[in-house]
């Protein structure tokens, strides 16, 4: 049990952020002007957010790359993996 004790507290993060997500990808991420929707600004924040945190983390050059990677090519599942099982503020 302790093994999963640090994902638990995670979730509450997480679970509101999963909703959020899950109700907003059901819209378009564009308007039909081509412009992006209110959701895809909010999307693109939380990203940049994300990867400036990853690049603040006292990791290794080559694991930093992949979770900006990660981040990048998956904007929404890679945002939720990241929060869930990058193991912020430890040391690696």
Known sequence: MNKLAPYITRLAFTTPLLALTLVMSSCSRYNANGGLATWGY???ALDV???????RQPWSIGKKILWAAIIFFFPL???????????????S
């Open 77 to 91: 599942g890679g945002l939720i993996i990241y929060y869930l099982f990058a193991g912020r503020g430890k040391a």
């Open 49 to 55: 957010l994300a990867l400036f945190d990853v690049f």
């Open 42 to 44: 909010v999307l693109l």
